[in-house]
């Protein structure tokens, strides 16, 4: 609780500055696309938000996992606040695929292999929110969810990779990639600024619900010494 009171300053305010910088530039300062004309600025909200749904989705699982393992409360605790963040960046990767994929492609949506393994995605967020409030006992809850956390691990690569390993709509990774970034630095800057924007406020939400887990649970705890005693 101290160290996440010392952080959430920090990052609500990278936040906010990191943000305000990235949209500047990319609505701004970074040219149309040759190609795409204006509809490419969707790119500095759709591929941040993918990013991050893939993220997000690997510290839960493993947070979960080391629940699971070791039965590390807090671990338990940065799973089940990652979750509903994780699934938040899922549906606006969707959403903004869907508004970037009407003018490129002519639909607004395809089963594309990357398209279809994120929408999977999203029902594992979904299933392991459900899974963890499914049980009367939220122990049990936290054991089922962490065990569809890690079995859905197996999806991250895919997306990751599914535009190498079949043929489909989607580009080839232009950031990351042997011999370098092949994109120009006027799109790389915005583009990286809301990265970070968006990682910021990843840990800010998730401190907030971190903090409101623990004082929850202290509540909790106080109301059942309070009942035992009351017995």
């Not at 939220?138 to 079995?151: D, I, T």
Request: charged residues 15%; positive net charge.
């Amino acid at each position: 609780m101290k160290l996440s009171r010392m952080l959430l300053p920090w990052a609500g305010g990278l936040t906010l500055l990191l943000g305000i910088a990235g949209l500047w530039f990319a609505l701004f300062d970074s040219p149309p696309d040759y190609q795409q004309g204006e509809t490419v600025r969707i790119m500095y909200v759709h591929v941040p938000a993918a990013w991050m749904s893939l993220f997000c989705y690997v510290v839960m699982a493993i947070s979960a996992g080391v629940g699971l393992i070791w039965k590390h409360p807090v671990a338990d605790v940065a799973a089940k606040g990652s979750a509903p963040i994780g699934a938040a960046f899922t549906i606006v990767t969707l959403i903004s695929g869907a508004f970037w994929g009407k003018p490129m492609w002519g639909k607004w949506w395809v089963w594309d292999a990357r398209l279809t393994a994120e929408l999977v995605l999203l029902f594992l967020y979904l299933g392991y929110i459900a899974l963890i409030h499914a049980f009367d006992d939220p122990k049990r809850g936290l054991k089922a969810g962490a065990v569809l956390a890690l079995v859905g691990l197996i999806n991250v690569p895919i997306i990751k990779f599914s535009v190498d390993w079949w043929t489909t709509m989607h580009q080839p990774a232009s950031v990351v990639k042997m011999g370098g970034p092949a994109i120009d630095a006027s799109m790389m800057v915005p583009l990286l600024l809301m990265a970070f924007a968006f990682k910021a406020y990843y840990i800010y939400v998730l401190l907030l619900r971190m903090r409101a887990e623990v004082t929850a649970g202290k509540v909790r705890a106080l109301r059942l010494r309070q009942a035992h005693g009351a017995v």
